[in-house]
């Protein structure tokens, strides 16, 4: 069955961290995008991808940073993390001419 | 950057009740997509609508799309507490360039 998988659901860690949010999705789509939410609020969009090797940054300023090796994968790196990216990522992705987004269940980060 | 403003932003009515949501722009889209979120979860699309004055139907639920493709609107007939999340409204330009989602309109339906 075609999917979105993203790991970890949850993670709890400290101020200073490198941490890396896995993405990957089944279904061969060309376009991925991760958001950052804040429970129950809008949708906030930080990077997005056309296809392998191309990525960009999204309307919310983020020190995140993202790589798009393979169709079917792409992280999202936080080189060193503090209390304010606390915060839901979800990762989506489309196929390219399509506008439907498929979702994953997202990261609930926690940095204390 | 376009906006999509989404009305109310919090409703919390009683089970059986009717609500309207809005989505509203300044921008002229090419599709409209409408998703739920519950707590915990991603979105998950409900309806794309493409054609100015559209009207889809989803059971309880009726979506519209404005004459001029810059506002929709979401209808619920006797709304249930399985209605109960965050409803997304989400615009596409068409092309290359990103869908736009909206504020979100967090929806509570009371037993």
């Known amino acids: 069955e075609a999917d979105i998988y993203q790991t970890p659901r949850y993670l709890v860690i400290g101020t200073g961290k490198k941490i890396t949010l896995e993405c990957s999705q089944t279904?061969?789509?060309?376009?991925m995008y991760w958001y950052q939410q804040d429970p129950g609020m809008e949708l906030h969009l930080i990077h997005y991808?056309?296809?392998?090797?191309?990525?960009e940054k999204g309307d919310l300023s983020s020190e995140s940073t993202v790589s798009r090796i393979r169709t079917e994968h792409f992280p999202l790196t936080l080189e060193s993390a503090r209390p304010s990216h606390t915060s839901q990522y979800l990762c989506?992705?489309?196929?390219?001419?399509?506008?439907?987004?498929?979702f994953g269940p997202g990261t609930r980060l926690t940095v204390l | 950057t376009q906006l999509l403003e989404q009305s109310p932003q919090f409703l919390s009515i009683q089970e059986g009740e009717n609500l309207t949501v809005y989505c509203n722009s300044s921008?002229?889209?090419?599709?409209l997509q409408w998703y739920r979120q519950e707590p915990g979860e991603g979105p998950v699309l409900l309806v794309t609508?493409?054609?100015?004055?559209e009207v889809k139907k989803l059971k309880r639920l009726t979506f519209q799309f404005g004459d001029a493709r810059k506002d929709s609107s979401l209808h619920i007939t006797a709304a249930q507490p399985g209605d109960t999340g965050l409803y997304l409204c989400?615009?596409?330009?068409?092309?290359?360039?990103?869908?736009?989602f909206g504020t979100g309109t967090k929806l509570q339906v009371i037993p």
């Open positions: 989506a992705s489309s196929e390219v001419g399509f506008d439907e987004q498929f």
């Open positions: 279904m061969g789509h060309d376009k």
């Open positions: 991808s056309y296809g392998v090797n191309s990525t």
């Open positions: 921008s002229v889209f090419s599709s």
């Open positions: 609508v493409v054609t100015g004055g």
């Open positions: 989400a615009g596409d330009s068409g092309g290359y360039q990103k869908v736009t």
